[in-house]
């Protein structure tokens, strides 16, 4: 066999694996992609969504993932609302650091379970929210498996809470 035929057997076969091996998710990505499974597997849906851009914020934000809990039916809150983590305290923010978006308010038993949760959630959790469709934690991913568990207690707490 001619030496030339195997090298360019060779170069075929690199320029067919070499595409198919590039399009394996990294570590991260199958990192993420077991902590959004997990969250499934418990009810919850992942999308991405982009907060509002905040008065102190230098460009838009850009899309992060939106944890959902889904209100069972009638059940979500009857008005929407959401807080946004602020980079700083304020004594007109609700617990000194969240921020209200828009004219929304939760419903005072609402607000009473926030103020209770909110403190213990991680700080890669950027923003909550509710409305008539269900629940949503706003987190960056950061943290792992002992985030995503804050996380899905909180919003287990806080449907059976309302």
Sequence with gaps: MNIWVLVVLLGVVAM????VMLLQPSAHDRRLAGLRERAR????????????????????????????????????????????????????????????????????????????????LPRSVKAVSGDVRGWSVYWTEAGGEESLNAVLTFLDDLKSGS
């Design 16 to 19: 067919v694996l070499g595409p």
């Design 41 to 120: 597997e418990q009810g919850i849906a992942v999308s991405m969504q982009a907060l509002p851009r905040q008065a102190t914020d230098m460009e838009e934000p850009g899309r992060m993932p939106a944890y959902q809990l889904p209100a069972a039916k009638g059940g979500g809150p009857t008005q929407s609302w959401m807080l946004i983590r602020s980079a700083y305290r304020h004594e007109s923010h609700f617990l000194e650091n969240w921020a209200w978006e828009g004219p929304g308010r939760a419903s005072a038993r609402e607000q009473q379970w926030l103020a209770q949760r909110l403190p213990r």
